[in-house]
């Protein structure tokens, strides 16, 4: 890649997708983590959008590009497409909806089905300020969450409560698997561990990847 | 249509086999041009020559199937010369397909111009760097003047480059004309606001090359609006100009409320051709509630059978609420809990969609819709579309001093309950028509979503293959920004206020040809006198019956929407989907300039949200003009678009 041509402020880029069912709060999480605000009636999400925050994780500056998808079963087929090259993802649900627990499940399967092997997932319980309303007690969700080895929190948009610890933890998650992966690998010709700065874990497709999928015709 | 459709689908099919090799240019280019004759032949059907009117228009288009034989002849020379130097015959190809079906007599006049654009669209790279380092409304300028350029320049094909240099020559005039006008006196009415000197000079010039085309109101190309930029040397100051500009506005307002009353009141039959050329420049606000009716093919233009119409399908509205809302109907649950969801996130700047009333209209017109559409059902973005026309319905219970509270007003202050009812079956049925034209975007996989996105792409490498190439070296997908802009229309790029002019025209472009192709697929009924195609589309307009209303299967409705839509489709896509396009690629390439450098992140957040919250009228009639343009010059590109 070419860092030259950018001043690369950060030493890690890691894409992080967002999935989960319409209206548990995926877009206000994503906005109070990335610029601390919460809409109350916020638009709904069509397609997807993204936005980045740079945190620092054990003195490495890391980019976090977190994707927010559309939760409609409608959509399902076209969001698919932004698994790729994620390398980790936030399934959320409403703590006050259980039908958004019981959703879980299948986005998992989405996830696994659609994403690299090795992505780091997290559970996360959103709208923990509506304790009265609560639907998903949450001994069983953690139960969930270690069973199926996710990280697991219980967050508020809304009062922000948890919502940086939670992408937080995800991404120190990502990076120890990431620094792991670098000493497994070596110096296998891969420029990750040769060269620090810039993007060491792509979000974008290969440009060989995105030849192939730009040239195969839609008709 | 029909006629002209058919044998062109199946030549298309072969084509789209055959590109794979170079070297079937000549033989695709003649199999091309025996299918067309097919369908030139057989478009002179009995109707056709009994018809005085089309008659002419076939000679017409004879004389010009003369020109179109010669042009296919020299540039399939072109092609293969194209071919060979970047092997992208695919896309050079698919050109002179549509420059082979120009001459069909259906075509609008506006086709007439694709022979040597063919030639054109091939050299694309100097109007394109010309277009990027210019400010968006001196760009449409240049424009302007290399469209002329290129034209005249280009005489290859003297006769049908003769229409060709009159059509640009009268748009340039015509645009120069207006950006003039800030240098002279402020013009007054003299002619009582009739018709303005350009669109009568505008007229006279077409009507020579008019044919009977259905669509001919494509030819009425966008009025541009004024350009607000001040020449520096100019010596008057900004407030003067200002009033002048005002008085301007206000004058050119009340001549179009008169034109519109012209052609609505006190008529029989609505002349829907004329009301679908003066609307794409915009309808007043006080004429919009009845001509979106009229345009979208809800409201008959037989005046006489109005009142009744609305009646009928007010009543049908009502039984549906009064059966999906009784006891034995069981709940879709899920699709209710969605629509639910997104209720309150609807508008949620615009305080008219925070009133509990407004929610609850919005509500059941959106669950009706979804339960008998279940091909599609509910998906997000289609309680978007459904505001526009809400909204606009509203403001014909308004005191005309408080149309432009709309937005702030609680309608169950100023209407009834049965009014508020009526409101709402006039927005379904509307909703009901928008989506018929773009039902491919929302059902199962989204596939019209889909092909839009690629279409869109395509052309954009074709206007600014700068811009995609440097998409492409950032690997910006289309799909990551473009998927919001055809899902919503664009709405969501756009305050209301801009919206609602954009639906002007993007309603005068909806239906026409769905009018033409249940015209030839359905016999008029003899009851009936025949009327213009419009109110033949309204009187053919199949509305479930009260038994399948009440089938909860809704099956029946269903193979009903399928087999009315086959014939239909493809002809379908062709305008509003099409069009979408073309503004979709005007709005992207207005910020190529800071787009080209930007790199991923930057260009995708930028295009998540753009800069477009001060957008006015005159923005958006600037980039739908230059979508029309577009459209006009890159016809050809759309004929391998579904
Ligand atoms: N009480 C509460 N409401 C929330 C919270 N997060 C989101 N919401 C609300 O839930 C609704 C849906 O949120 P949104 O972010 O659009 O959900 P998405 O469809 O998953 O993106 C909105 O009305 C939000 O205001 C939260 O933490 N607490
Ligand atoms: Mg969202």
Redo the contacts with the bound molecule.
Sequence with gaps: MNNEDYGYDYDYLFKIVLI??????????LSRFTTNE?????K??IGVEFATRTIEVEGKKIKAQIW?T??QERYRAITSAYYRGAVGALI?YDISKSGTYENCNHWLKELRDNADDNVAVGLIG?????AHLRAVPTAEAKNFASENELLFTE?????SENVDQAFRELITAIYQMVSKHQVDLGDSGNNAAAAPKGPTISLTPTPNENKKSSSSNCC | MAVRSGPHEMSEKGHHNAHESSSVGVGLVSSLMKSWRISSSSSSSPKAASDPELSTSRRSSQSNNDNNHRTGAISLMNDQKFADSDGNFDAIAKQKTSTIRTPSASYSPMRYMSPSNTNNVTNESPRTSLLRHNNHHSSTHTLTHTISNTTTGNGREPSSSRHHDRYFKDLDEDWSAVIDDYNMPIPTILNGGVDSPYALSRKSTTSSINTTSVRSTSFNYPQLPHIQKVDSSDLRSEEELDAERNVQELNSMIQRIAKFDDILKNKHIINQQQLREISWNGVPKIHRPVVWKLLIGYLPANTKRQALFLQRKRKEYRDGLDHTFSNQHSRDIPTWHQIE?DI??TNPQIPLYQFKSVQASLQKILYLWAIRHPTSGYVQGINDLVTPFYQTFLTEYLDPSQVDEVEKLDPETYMTKEQILDIEADTFWCLTKLLEQITDNYIHGQPGILKQVKNLSQLVKRIDIDLYNHFQKEHVEFIQFAFRWMNCLLMREFEMGTVIRMWDTYLSETSQEITSSTNSTTPTDPSMPPLTPKEQSSATFVTPTNDSFRSPSSATITNNMNTSSDNSTRIRQSSLNEFHVFVCAAFLIKWSDQLMVMDFQGIITFLQNPPTKDWTETDIEMLLGEAYIWQSLYKDATSHWL
Aim: glycine residues 12%; negative net charge.
């Design positions: 989960g069912d319409s209206g548990v709060g995926k877009s206000n999480l919460f809409n109350i009636e916020s709904s999400t927010d559309a939760g959320v959103n709208k923990s300020d509506l967050t508020s948009a809304l009062n | 969801i309150p996130r």
